[in-house]
T-cell receptor
Framework: GENVEQHPSTLSVQEGDSAVIKCTYS??????FPWYKQELGKGPQLIID?????GEKKDQRIAVTLNKTAKHFSLHITETQPEDSAVYFC?????????????FGKGTHLIIQP | DAGVIQSPRHEVTEMGQEVTLRCKPI?????LFWYRQTMMRGLELLIY????????DSGMPEDRFSAKMPNASFSTLKIQPSEPRDSAVYFC??????????FGQGTRLTVV
């Protein structure tokens, strides 16, 4: 089955700086790669996703890059703000969130220092 | 839409008791997923349904766990008998086709 590795487990950055979280996956059949943000006491919420026919996707301060050959993808957050503090999860799936479920990484606790 | 609704939000039960967690997916969604979140193992997929039919339950840890989806608007996850190692946050999620999966707020289960 799929295995998703996520690094780092904790990331502390100064407000206004950029944050990068990296993930690798093992199953070459995976084609859908979402990123979820989880705040304390809440369920994960999708912030951005990318499919294998695209190498990069951007939404305001958030961007995701995908390298299918190397089987890795990354989340980039620019101009970080205090409200970006949360746990971020990467995930992978052969088709999409609704087809057969997601395999998640272990999460990154992002801390934005004022 | 109110999103995915799970109940109860918190459940404390004694070892050996039966526990039933409930989920109402987003109206119109045709896939439903149950996940478990622990510090040690992270977010794990337990089982998922497409059009109310269980597709893959390979993530269900033991026979003590069972899940049903009697109709498109309701699903249950049952643990019988419960054990302390079942303590975790259980999430239900739903989606339409291959689109984004929306998660509920979760049920925090504590088995003492």
């Amino acid at each position: 089955g799929e295995n998703v590795e996520q690094h780092p487990s904790t990331l502390s950055v100064q407000e206004g700086d950029s944050a990068v979280i990296k993930c690798t996956y093992s199953d070459s059949a995976s084609n859908y790669f979402p990123w979820y943000k989880q705040e304390l006491g809440k369920g994960p919420q999708l912030i951005i996703d990318i499919r294998s026919n695209v190498g990069e996707k951007k939404d305001q301060r958030i961007a995701v890059t995908l390298n299918k050959t190397a089987k890795h993808f990354s989340l980039h957050i620019t101009e970080t703000q205090p409200e970006d503090s949360a746990v971020y999860f990467c995930a992978a799936s052969p088709a999409g969130g609704g087809a057969d479920g997601l395999t998640f990484g272990k999460g990154t606790h992002l801390i934005i220092q004022p | 839409d109110a999103g995915v609704i799970q109940s109860p939000r918190h459940e404390v039960t004694e070892m050996g008791q039966e526990v039933t967690l409930r989920c109402k997916p987003i109206s119109g969604h045709n896939s439903l997923f149950w996940y478990r979140q622990t510090m040690m193992r992270g977010l794990e997929l337990l089982i998922y349904f497409n059009n109310n039919v269980p597709i893959d339950d390979s993530g269900m840890p033991e026979d003590r766990f069972s899940a049903k989806m009697p109709n498109a608007s309701f699903s249950t996850l049952k643990i019988q008998p419960s054990e302390p190692r079942d303590s975790a946050v259980y999430f239900c999620a739903s989606s339409l086709g291959i689109n984004e999966a929306f998660f509920g707020q979760g049920t925090r289960l504590t088995v003492v």
